[in-house]
């Protein structure tokens, strides 16, 4: 059965700082793996996709590592803004059109 | 260009009765996929239709199901609604098979009483 946990569960840091979320899946034979935000009662908007092949991805103040032999993930959020308060999901794929499984996710709290 | 779309937004029934949630994927996006994300628990997969067939299935009973038009939209169905059943459903559409980001709708909440 495939797993994906995400920790810690909930994070709250000043503005400005840099932080890590972390994800981390049992099986590692994975497709992709994708970063989501999603805002309170909202559904999900896609941040990062990293194929199996890839180390990272990066976008604008975001960069995702990925290490399949460890079978875990980071998503890294430089000088952190209010602005990037919501709960960020990660979630695996295992074949080519194959649904993600997905992590129960860390809210974020960025305090102004 | 629009996104997914899905409605209701909200929807409120009793034990027993049966619902059906409607989701439109962004134009030239064949395939849909359907998730639940109830309180406390994460988004959980429940199914996945591409031209107008079902791909693959969820650990979920029989009475979730669902179908695809060939519009490619798509209806959940869930008959004999359970107080378990009360979350927010979600439906993402991707461009097609292979296509690997999927684009996700609002959500429908739905809760039971």
């Known amino acids: 059965k495939q797993e994906v946990t995400q920790i810690p569960a909930a994070l709250s840091v000043p503005e400005g700082e840099n932080l890590v979320l972390n994800c981390s899946f049992t099986d590692s034979a994975i497709y992709n793996l994708q970063w989501f935000r999603q805002d309170p009662g909202k559904g999900l908007t896609s941040l990062l996709l990293i194929q199996s092949s890839q180390r990272e991805q990066t976008s604008g103040r975001l960069n995702a590592s990925l290490d399949k032999s460890s079978g875990r993930s980071t998503l890294y959020i430089a000088a952190s803004q209010p602005g990037d308060s919501a709960t960020y999901l990660c979630?695996?794929?295992?074949?080519?059109?194959?649904?993600?499984?997905f992590g129960t996710g860390t809210s974020l709290t960025v305090i102004p | 260009e629009a996104g997914v779309t899905q409605s209701p937004t909200h929807l409120i029934k009793t034990r027993g009765q049966q619902v059906t949630l409607r989701c439109s994927p962004i134009?030239?996006?064949?395939?849909v996929y359907w998730y639940q994300q109830a309180l406390g628990l994460g988004l959980q997969f429940l199914l996945w239709?591409?031209?107008?067939?079902?791909?693959n299935r969820g650990n979920f009973p029989p009475r979730f199901s669902g179908r695809q038009f060939p519009n490619y939209s798509s209806e959940l169905n869930v008959n004999a609604l359970e107080l378990e059943d009360s979350a927010l459903y979600l439906c993402a559409s991707s461009l097609e098979v292979g296509e690997d980001t999927q684009y996700f709708g609002p959500g429908t909440r739905l809760t039971v009483l």
């Open positions: 239709y591409d031209e107008g067939e079902e791909r």
């Open positions: 979630a695996v794929a295992y074949g080519v059109g194959n649904q993600f499984y």
């Open positions: 134009s030239g996006h064949t395939s």
